[in-house]
């Protein structure tokens, strides 16, 4: 299993960020995919996690309205699109999965939201 992210980055508040975690090494579209994220000095959180057909999402609760997750199964990709983005946003963010019994995270990607 392979997740590498990208997409971060500095941002103004009030901005937007698109993330986007490219897989590989299993089978994309029969997992969940999620994405953590982990300020300095705070644990690992989830924030937001999407089924493998897209169906059903789900988000913390920090960041309900202002985050949405997708995914392409075509393209082997799980997307974040951030917005109104606040200070308290800033983070490493994690892509993650669950493949055979086995939690699989990429190496992240930083966000820093400030003026």
């Known amino acids: 299993v392979q997740l590498v992210e990208s997409g971060g980055g500095l941002v103004q508040p009030g901005g937007s960020l698109r993330l986007s975690c490219a897989a590989s090494g299993f089978t994309f579209s029969s997992y969940t995919m999620n994405w953590f994220r982990q300020a300095p000095g705070k644990e690992r959180e989830l924030v937001a996690g999407i089924t493998k057909f897209g169906i059903t999402t789900d988000y913390a609760d920090s960041v309900k309205g202002r985050f949405t997750i997708t995914r392409d199964n075509a393209k082997n990709t799980v997307y974040l699109q951030m917005n109104s983005l606040k200070p308290e946003d800033t983070a490493v963010y994690y892509c993650?999965?669950?493949?055979?019994?086995?939690?699989?995270w990429g190496q992240g990607t930083p966000v820093t939201v400030s003026s």
């Open positions: 993650h999965t669950y493949v055979s019994r086995k939690n699989s």
